[in-house]
Nanobody
Framework: QVQLVESGGGLVQPGGSLRLSCAASGSIFSFNAVGWYCQAPGKQRDLVATVTNGGITNYADSVKGRFTISRDNAKSVFLQMNSLEPEDTAVYYC?????????????WGQGTQVTVSS
């Protein structure tokens, strides 16, 4: 089964930075896209950033200019989070999607807590 393992979350002060990492059980290029979602308590899981196999990125408006998604050479996906705000506090989930025969299969990591607080 596909496994996605996140790391890098923690407690940071407003204005600080964190770098989240996600390692996939296989090449990230076996997926059509990989990325990150976040979910705050009582809220839906929202897109943060994604990158396609072809390198096209997509960011939530709230993180544009502050967060950067990147990949290594087929091993991991990262989320560099700068200028963090208390509103960024959430569990961040690594995500991967594979489309097979017109059907989308979405996989999730276990989540890593990001808390932005003074």
């Amino acid at each position: 089964q596909v496994q996605l393992v996140e790391s890098g979350g923690g407690l940071v002060q407003p204005g600080g930075s964190l770098r989240l990492s996600c390692a996939a059980s296989g090449s990230i290029f076996s997926f059509n896209a990989v990325g990150w979602y976040c979910q705050a308590p009582g809220k839906q899981r929202d897109l943060v950033a994604t990158v396609t196999n072809g390198g096209i990125t997509n960011y939530a408006d709230s993180v544009k200019g502050r967060f950067t998604i990147s990949r290594d050479n087929a091993k991991s996906v990262f989320l560099q989070m700068n200028s963090l705000e208390p509103e960024d506090t959430a569990v961040y989930y690594c995500y991967a999607v594979r489309q097979v025969s017109g059907t989308r299969f979405v996989y999730w990591g276990q989540g890593t807590q990001v808390t932005v607080s003074s």
